[in-house]
């Protein structure tokens, strides 16, 4: 079955650098490629997502990049903010049946500091 | 504003009771999701259910059964809690396709 690889696992930037995680996939069947972010005390909340028919996908200060040929895809954040601090998670999803099941990858700490 | 309501955000049980953890969707979803959610290992899957009384394993449904009688509702049951079962509960419900919504997670310890 599918397997997400999630790094780093703690990230800590200054207010304004830019953060960058990575996540691999090993199913090659998978086209469905979301990222989720969790602030304390709440649920995950779905931030943006790329499907395998497109490489690159920004809204605002966020983008996610995917390369299919080497199965790994990546969420940049540019101009980070204190509000951005939080956990996030990739996610890769073999849909089949019509039934939507993401794998999540284990999850990024990233703490931006004023 | 859509809403996925876990009934309960801190249970505190005792190793062998049986525990129940409610979650309400109003979104007319048709699936809903019960992901377990603990520390380096991500969100992993348990059950989820495609439809009233359908349901299908996840990826570690030992220990736990679901319930959906009502498809805004989808149960998550314990028969006989264990101190590994000490996690974070999350439900999620979404279209057949698309986002998953999730609630606020319900942190259970088993003592």
């Known amino acids: 079955g599918e397997n997400v690889e999630q790094h780093p696992s703690t990230l800590s930037v200054q207010e304004g650098d830019s953060a960058v995680i990575k996540c691999t996939y090993s199913?090659?069947?998978?086209?469905?490629f979301p990222w989720y972010k969790q602030e304390l005390g709440k649920g995950p909340q779905l931030i943006i997502d790329i499907r395998s028919n497109v490489g690159e996908k920004k809204d605002q200060r966020i983008a996610v990049t995917l390369n299919k040929t080497a199965k790994h895809f990546s969420l940049h954040i540019t101009e980070t903010q204190p509000e951005d601090s939080a956990v996030y998670f990739c996610?890769?999803?073999?849909?089949?049946?019509?039934?939507?099941?993401?794998?999540f990858g284990a999850g990024t700490r990233l703490a931006v500091h004023p | 504003d859509v809403k996925v309501t876990q009934s309960s955000r801190y249970l505190v049980k005792r190793t062998g009771e049986k525990v129940f953890l409610e979650c309400v969707q109003d979104m007319d979803h048709e699936n809903m999701f019960w992901y377990r959610q603990d520390p380096g290992l991500g969100l992993r899957l348990i059950y989820f259910?495609?439809?009233?009384?359908?349901?299908e394993k996840g990826d570690i449904p030992e220990g736990y059964s679901v319930s959906r009688e009502k498809k805004e509702r989808f149960s998550l049951i314990l028969e006989s809690a264990s101190t590994n079962q000490t996690s974070m509960y999350l439900c999620a419900s979404s279209y057949v396709t698309g986002e998953l919504f999730f609630g606020e997670g319900s942190r259970l310890t088993v003592l």
């Open positions: 199913d090659s069947a998978s086209n469905y």
């Open positions: 259910s495609y439809d009233v009384k359908m349901k």
């Open positions: 996610a890769a999803s073999p849909i089949s049946g019509g039934y939507n099941k993401l794998i």
